[in-house]
């Protein structure tokens, strides 16, 4: 797996990003502790981040895992705001409950068990913000899904860009440049797939940040 930033700037991101609170360090501690793949600070505090300038008050994710993304995010929402996790594991789901109530925003928060693709259907829009970070070949799914709930100004943002445990970053490079790779696993076609799909698309502006493991964010622009 391809390093997308080196330990040291990935530290000095850190050092000079905002402060995480107690509930975001026992998040951290959880994560290094279970092996977990959370996005780190680097990327929560930018997704926060990104919320406050798109005057977030409804933001939805495609898979939560224990809350840590949604967690970061929430502090950007005003208190009538609504932020939809979803996640297919039980105990994941209940954790991020845990947490979000710990930081004072379970009342923004609608706990989804289930199929992220399947719950996207309950809910109208529009979403200031969107998170994808589930199954890789089911990105593009999940962007035709929610593209008309996102209004000019909205964002959708895709994590693992760049790199991720199963996929090959050479592959996903010789695919960006125009070339056609033998074997490409489903992971790494899933996310060429998605850039290729939201580059293309004209009311979207796309750019690859290379925080965390890769992030894509697009910005509606029409």
């Known amino acids: 797996m391809v390093d997308v930033l080196s330990d040291e700037i990935a530290r000095f991101v850190r050092a000079v990003g905002p402060e995480p609170d107690e509930t975001l360090r026992e998040m951290d501690d959880y994560a290094e502790r279970e092996g977990f793949p959370h996005v780190g600070p680097e990327v ?5 981040f990104v919320a ?12 939560s895992g224990y809350g840590y993304s949604a967690y970061w995010m929430a502090a950007a929402l005003p208190d009538d705001g609504e932020l939809v996790l979803t996640e297919v594991d039980e105990d994941e789901l209940e954790l991020a409950r845990e947490y979000m109530r710990a930081g004072g925003y379970d009342d923004l928060a609608r706990y989804e068990l289930g199929d992220a693709m399947a719950t996207i259907d309950e809910y109208d829009g529009p979403f200031d913000v969107v998170l994808i970070d589930h199954q890789k070949h089911r990105y593009v799914d999940a962007f035709e899904a ?19 445990g199963p996929i090959d970053f050479e592959a996903l490079l010789s695919i960006a440049e125009g070339e056609a790779p033998d074997d490409v696993n489903e992971h790494t076609r899933g996310i060429a797939d998605y850039l290729e799909r939201v580059t293309d698309d004209p009311d979207f502006e796309t750019i690859v940040l290379p925080l965390g493991e890769g992030i894509a964010v697009s910005y509606r622009v029409g």
Not at 44 to 48: E, I, V
Not at 146 to 164: E, F, L, Q
Request: aromatic share 8%; charged share 20%.
């Open 44 to 48: 929560g505090a930018f997704l926060r």
């Open 52 to 63: 406050r300038m798109a005057d977030a008050e409804r933001i939805f994710e495609f898979g």
């Open 146 to 164: 929610v593209r008309s709930t996102v209004p000019v100004g909205g964002v959708v943002i895709a994590d693992n860009a760049i790199t991720a």
